[in-house]
């Protein structure tokens, strides 16, 4: 999980300087993710926005707001630690879904679809 936080932590870097380098270690992410899916509640979605954010029509702000909110979900250290019992996912709950309504238009059908897939594998 630290692999995939400091390879989307050097992405949002990579945003601030205004360039993407999507195809690094993010592949990473989708095995980490599919780890730990029965511990993550907003799974699908998390896993959408990644497929959104590799998307070659995403916008660019769009693939920050991305990076930032994915980068937080698998950073060791949260505002609310998940080990606390029935409040350990609210911080990343509220960090995904404030994410997920600022990308909304962006994040297509066929991303949700890609999701799916995924789990389904």
């Known amino acids: 999980m630290q692999l995939v936080a400091s390879v989307l932590t050097g992405a949002v870097k990579d945003v601030k300087k205004g360039k993407i380098t999507l195809g ?3 592949d990473d992410f989708l095995g980490n993710l599919k780890s730990v899916v029965g511990k993550v509640p907003f799974s699908k979605d998390a896993i959408a926005m990644y ?8 916008p660019t702000y ?3 707001i ?3 909110a994915l980068t937080y979900l698998f ?3 949260d505002v609310i630690p998940e080990w606390v019992a029935g409040l350990g996912f609210t911080d990343d709950i509220i960090v995904i879904t404030t994410a997920l309504s600022a990308i909304s ?15 389904e594998a």
Do not use: S, W
């Open 24 to 26: 690094i270690h993010l």
């Open 51 to 58: 497929y959104c954010m590799k998307d070659k029509e995403t």
């Open 62 to 64: 769009v693939k920050g």
């Open 66 to 68: 991305i990076a930032a």
């Open 75 to 77: 950073l060791p250290e």
């Open 105 to 119: 238009g962006n994040l297509t059908e066929e991303h949700r679809q890609k999701a799916e897939e995924f789990f």
